[in-house]
């Protein structure tokens, strides 16, 4: 099993642009969260989703949308780059809302907004 | 919102020594969970905690859920230069909204061979 994969791994925005980060399990895990790290900052929650077609915001969603339209799949766009968001975003899934099972992460995409 | 106090920030040892580092929270969690993130990597689930008081080990690591519950320890015994990387801890409680965790801010751990 691959796990929770994320792409792209590595990518420079100017200021303005847009890009979709993309996350896919193949775990059939039904709760799937998109975290932002930031250097001594820990994880901070951006959006996350319980199951297919259901999103909620988590504590820094400005800037960011998502979508859920599959089980595997969960996309975090960026509509309008700014240089706050330069982070490295992480990915996660768990299968059942309840941290008794833990999270999966995927290994994180490094965005830097010039 | 919840906050996890995690310490220290940062730690550089010897090769062969122990480690120990704690997370404080100002609210009381059910589940703790301890993480390690590799350079370049996601954070990797190292521990699980369930129970008040439980004392569990992986190896070389041994956590413990504190009594209070509104804390946790890491510890790591004879620590050898695979062990670098940030821990992280997190929090949580199942039966609550959605179970999503609460992180710390990580320490991070450098160890000389």
């Known amino acids: 099993n691959a796990g929770v994969t994320q792409t792209p791994k590595f990518r420079i925005l100017k200021i303005g642009q847009s890009m979709t980060l993309q996350c896919a399990q193949d775990m059939n895990h039904n709760y799937m969260y998109w975290y932002r790290q930031d250097p001594g900052m820990g994880l901070k929650l951006i959006y996350y989703?319980?199951?297919?077609?259901?999103?909620d915001k988590g504590e820094v969603p400005n800037g960011y949308n998502v979508s859920r339209s599959t089980t595997e799949d969960f996309p975090l766009r960026l509509e309008l780059a700014a240089p706050s968001q330069t982070s490295v975003y992480f990915c996660a899934s768990s299968l059942r809302g309840t941290p008794l099972y833990g999270y999966t992460f995927g290994s994180g995409t490094r965005l830097t907004v010039v | 919102g919840q906050q996890l106090n995690q310490s220290p920030q940062s730690m550089f040892i010897q090769e062969g020594e122990d480690v120990s580092m704690n997370c404080t929270s100002s609210?009381?969690?059910?589940?703790w969970l301890w993480y390690k993130q590799d350079p370049g990597e996601g954070p990797v689930l190292l521990i699980a905690?369930?129970?008040?008081?439980e004392l569990t080990s992986n190896g070389r690591l041994t956590a413990q859920f504190g009594i209070t519950r509104k804390d946790s320890f890491l510890n790591i015994s004879a620590s050898i230069p695979s062990d670098v990387g940030i821990y992280f801890c997190a929090g949580g409680n199942y039966g609550g909204s959605q179970g999503n965790l609460i992180f710390g801010k990580g320490t991070k751990l450098s160890v000389k061979p």
């Open positions: 989703s319980v199951g297919a077609g259901i999103t």
């Open positions: 609210s009381i969690f059910n589940t």
């Open positions: 905690l369930y129970k008040a008081g």
